[in-house]
């Protein structure tokens, strides 16, 4: 976006551009863990990562962190290249995995071990744990760091030929055990793991770690600008020591604050949990957080791309208002969104004047806000549904809807006039209001300038489509807490909202009978709504609540 202030990346990158750090080349790139979905933090890395390419007419190019076999699957390489591209951006022919590189990588830790850089270590994972020391405390040398090459070398190879147990050993870079920072006291580069890999199968016993495995993977596609989340900031001395070790490319960490919602839990650890215990129906279900979440309850990519856009990128953590993102959908689908009528919660009106077998076509306007939308014709009958909270016997002070002997416009149509209540002799229930309409009141006709406070909306109750509204509130109730705080500390299942979903057997108007699946609209009243890609049926179209009129979103 072109008319926003450089945040404070963009004059990193104006400053090495400068200098020729990266004779004029800005490359980046977007590296999930295909261990999950993603989700609308994912989506914040995505428009920087794939934005700054656009903006610098560079290069972002889609890997897949994929070193961590046991909690991959192909699955979620899938869903990621949809979500990706239906966000609105394309990688071309730079789709990558880091599983491409064991090889490569595999031959750099030997190059690591011959320069006495690395070496292969006996310590349990409890033993380095310990070994490594506290921030006030500094770490103590492994009794296997000073193993020669050549065993180093040995041991190595027979780590990844298979011969020793899982956990055993692992190889480990030969830093600096006095270092400030933790990260730098001999991190491990590779374990040993028996685990099959989505795509490399059982090939490898030794897979590497994120740590060695990142920055050589951003080395051999010649990324210039490796943006990450603010918690790798510590492991960038690591992340530079291990591109200056092995002599490759030198790319640069740039660290950025992550994203946090309101009412919103975002990890994918959290997320599979929701998902494979049954709080949510799947990763698509639409109170997700997901991409593919947001997709199926009706957001769509401009709308989330405003949102990326707003929120910018910082250098410190904090947490944004869920009304934002509420507020860019409802901007972005004003004007593009027609106008249509549903009745969500229906009441029968009979209108006692209005002759049996006549229906009339109304002209009803598409989009107040976009003429160019036009008009569609509703069909007005002597029977029609209202909301039950339309008609209030015992109305309170200004409560301009129909009451006993009140009068109020029907939209599009007639102003009527209420008559009778027949209510069930036994629960007092109303059953149905009885009507008189005036004719000389239909809308657009000018032949009344009657006027009346209040106008409803209504469906010919003959001509309706019956259908099914899902109205959603947030799947977490609001904490003072941070996520990581709310989630590491105690369960976060704790504040799972236990009424997040409202489901209603509804009626619409009949042009929806044509609608599809995936398509928005306005229901006058009640929000932008979303016809669900995957439980409508031909019978029965089901509508996805995306968000009420309602902005709640203040500066
Ligand atoms: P999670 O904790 O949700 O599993 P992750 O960081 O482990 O997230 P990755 O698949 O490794 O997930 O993330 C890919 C990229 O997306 C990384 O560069 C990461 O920094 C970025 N990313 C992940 N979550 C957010 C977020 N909430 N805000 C901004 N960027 C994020
Ligand atoms: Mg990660
Ligand atoms: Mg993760």
Known sequence: NQTMPANFIENIINEDLKTGKYVGRVHTRFPPEPNGYLHIGHAKSICLNFGLALKYGGLCNLRFDDTNPSKEDTEYVDSIQEDVKWLGFSWDDRM???????????????????????????????????????????GKESPYRNRGVEENLDLFERMRAGEFPDGSRVLR?????????????????????????????????????????????????????????LEFEDHRPLYDWALEALGIYQCR????????????????????????????????????????????????????????????VAKSNSTVDIALLEHCIRE?????????????????????????????????????????????AMPFSREIYIEQEDFNENPPKKYFRLTPGGEVRL?????????QVVKDEKTGEVLEVHCTYDP??????????RKVKGTIHWVSAAHAVKAEARLYDYLMISGDRTEEEAGETDDFKSRLNPDSLHTLSCFVEPSLKIAKPGSRYQFLRHGYFCMDIVDSTNEIPVFNRIVSLKDSWTK
């Open 173 to 229: 870079a030969k830093i600096d055990m006095a270092s400030p920072n933790l990260n730098m006291r001999d991190p491990v580069l590779y374990r040993i793991m028996r685990a099959s890999h989505h795509r490399t199968g059982d090939k490898w016993l030794i897979y590497p770690m994120y740590d060695y495995a990142h920055p050589v993977s951003d080395s051999i596609e010649g990324v210039t600008h490796s943006i990450c989340t």
């Open 96 to 138: 990558f995995y880091a599983s491409d590189y064991f090889e490569q990588l595999y031959e750099y830790a030997v190059q690591l071990i011959k320069s006495g850089k690395a070496y292969v270590c006996d310590l349990s994972a409890e033993q380095i744990r310990e070994y490594r020391g506290t921030l006030t405390e500094p």
């Open 332 to 376: 972005d689908l004003n004007t593009k969104a027609s106008r249509v009528m549903a009745v969500l919660r229906p009441l029968k009106v009979v209108i006692v004047n209005y002759p049996e077998d006549r229906v009339e076509e109304l002209i009803a306007e598409n989009n107040p806000e976009n003429p160019d939308m036009g008009s569609r």
């Open 253 to 312: 960490q740039i660290e950025f604050a992550r994203l946090n919602l309101t009412n919103t839990i975002m990890s994918k650890r959290y997320l599979r949990q929701l998902v494979e215990e049954g709080y949510v129906s799947s990763w698509d279900d639409p109170r997700m957080p997901t991409i593919s979440g947001l997709r199926r309850r009706g957001y769509t990519p401009e709308a989330i791309r405003d949102f990326c856009d707003r929120i910018g």
């Open 411 to 419: 939209k599009h149509a007639y102003i009527i006039k209420c008559e």
């Open 440 to 449: 000389a009141t239909k809308s657009g006709s000018g032949t009344s300038n």
